[in-house]
């Protein structure tokens, strides 16, 4: 949020050095209610973007917390190959 | 003192509840090619992947109570012309509702023979190898040509019969779990979580998709 200020005053400096900012105070008026607009428009940006940021890492945060559990459960019930032939013999199945 | 004997004699069935039930239907597809799909243990779990919505609430909402989310073949084994795998099979309830524990996903372990010469599959639940929510599985899969009770274009009649040990004590664990997250009236939760109704008609979803795949 920090940068895109900065980045928009640095946008309203440049502005100045090349005189786009018009003279009259009519239309200083509208150039400020126009950039005011943008910086709304930003803010709301900024602050979607940081919600986005927030839910995905929760996503990535629960995701990793789910392949944990689930090796966890793999390690707890992993198989004895020696059980799995042995069942496969019993069917009727050599190994 | 008898009714402490029945207990002991009858506490065995106290914890499960049996479902059965059975599948026919008649397909435009051969009994080959139904045969090869029915013995593709792997893709078992891209049949339902869009879920089972069992719970309707209107015409357009639905909760999808259960999904396959793993079919992982442990072992195979071919001898002439039958095929015995071992293959892990991993349910997942309420995804899209709930964030259940990992442990609390139905999963059992299957001994599955297809005889490609017979078009046979059966599969049972081994119950030596971990298993949760389900004590006993039964599948019997037979393909035959199509009969009387087909339409002339049918090439085959599919003919299903399976039969469960659902576990009361883990099913009621998933279920005080669950209705905890979701925080629903009672009677919705009842209704939602009446083991023996849903995993009937899960099945016989699931083998619906599974013909039509």
Wanted: proline share 2%; aromatic share 10%.
């Amino acid at each position: 949020m920090k940068q895109l200020l900065y980045i928009l005053f640095l946008f309203l400096i440049s502005c100045g050095d090349t005189g786009t900012v018009a003279d009259s105070s009519e239309d200083m008026a509208r150039e400020i209610k126009l950039l005011r607009e943008s910086l709304e428009k930003i803010s709301a940006l900024a602050e979607k973007m940081t919600e986005d940021y927030d839910s995905l890492k929760e996503g990535l945060i629960e995701g990793e917390e789910e392949r944990t559990e689930d090796e966890e459960i793999e390690a707890d019930e992993e198989l004895n190959p020696d059980l799995i032939d042995d069942i496969l013999e019993e069917s009727g199945e050599t190994k | 003192m008898n009714l402490l004997l029945s207990l002991i004699f009858f506490s065995p069935f106290l914890f499960a509840t049996n479902i059965q039930g059975s599948y026919n239907k008649c397909s435009d597809q051969s009994q080959q090619a139904l045969f090869d799909k029915f013995s593709k243990f792997e893709s078992y779990h891209e049949i339902d992947k869009d879920g089972f919505k069992y719970f309707k609430l209107t015409k357009k909402i639905s909760l999808n109570v259960m999904d396959m989310i793993d079919s992982k073949v442990i072992k195979e084994i071919k001898k002439d012309s039958v095929t015995t795998t071992i293959l892990y099979i991993r349910l997942r309830p309420l995804p899209n509702q709930t964030t259940l524990a990992a442990k609390m996903y139905p999963r059992f372990h299957l001994l599955c023979k297809s005889n490609m010469k017979a078009l046979t599959l059966s599969c049972n639940l081994v119950k030596k190898l971990p298993h949760y929510a389900l004590d006993d599985f039964n599948l019997e899969v037979k393909l035959s040509e199509n009969d009387s009770t087909c339409k002339k274009r049918d090439l085959s009649k599919i003919e299903i019969t399976y039969k469960a040990d659902i576990n009361d004590q883990d099913y009621e664990e998933i279920k005080a779990e669950s209705a905890d997250q979701m925080n629903f009236p009672q009677v919705i939760v009842d209704r939602l979580f009446n083991a023996r109704s849903f995993f009937e008609k899960y099945w016989k979803n699931f083998f619906e998709e599974w013909q039509k795949s």
